[in-house]
């Protein structure tokens, strides 16, 4: 699976949309983007994933660049709930491959 | 979407003792499940995928006979951590994936072991 690098953590201010980097560099034709979060002591929740054309559903929108290196993930109103640790994940399709969890990034909402 | 079923959420164990921690797809049937393993600030790490009907794969590193793993049925997995010891102490989580396409994977709440 392709690397992915994340910030370690972010910011952001209630009501306002979170934007969440993710680099991709080394994907390669067949990878999908994946995102999940963790909230604190509970199992991973899947966000959004995608293959190279935006994304939108009720969580989030996942933006991905042309030459499909990187993506953003925007959570358009961020809430106190959204405070978790996200991740972006990349893996080919068409398997039932397990999923690589890097470190993520800390998206803490401030009040 | 899905759901995956993890019991019990927490347990606390003595040290030498077995536990069994099930992990269920509820609403789907799931011919893979994975086990992970988390330790405290850290992210989660594949200790096994649990095919049904046949053996799982454990990835380096993890014990086979301390950490069984049963795939009874397209809708259960268990992973028994025998002869536990306070290192065995983490947080377990399950997940499933839907067919064999590339459908989004699915997790458990976690279990949160402690032995003592």
């Known amino acids: 699976d392709a690397k992915t690098t994340q910030p370690p953590s972010m910011d952001c201010a209630e009501g306002r949309a979170a934007n969440l980097p993710c680099n991709h560099s080394?994907?390669?034709?067949?990878?999908?983007v994946y995102w999940y979060r963790q909230i604190h002591s509970q199992g991973p929740q899947y966000i959004i994933h995608?293959?190279?054309n935006n994304e939108t559903n009720e969580m989030a929108s996942l933006i991905i660049t042309e030459d499909r290196k990187s993506s953003t993930l925007i959570l358009p109103h961020a809430t106190l709930r959204d405070t978790a640790v996200y991740y972006c994940i990349v893996t080919p399709s068409g398997s039932a491959r397990q999923l690589t969890f890097g470190s993520g990034t800390q998206l803490t909402v401030l009040p | 979407g899905a759901v995956v079923s993890q019991h019990p959420s927490r347990v606390i164990c003595k040290s030498g003792t077995s536990v069994k921690i099930e992990c269920r797809s509820l609403d789907f049937q799931a011919t893979t499940m994975f086990w992970y393993r988390q330790f405290p600030k850290q992210s989660l790490m594949l200790m096994a995928t649990s095919n049904e009907g046949s053996k799982a794969t454990y990835e380096q590193g993890v014990e086979k006979d301390k950490f069984l793993i049963n795939h009874a049925s397209l809708t259960l997995s268990t992973l028994t951590v025998t002869s536990a010891h306070p290192e065995d102490s983490s947080f377990y989580i399950c997940?499933?994936?839907?067919?064999?396409?590339?459908?989004?994977?699915?997790f458990g709440q976690g279990t949160r072991l402690t032995v003592v």
């Open positions: 080394t994907i390669s034709g067949n990878e999908y």
């Open positions: 995608g293959l190279k």
């Open positions: 997940s499933a994936r839907e067919g064999r396409g590339n459908t989004e994977a699915f």
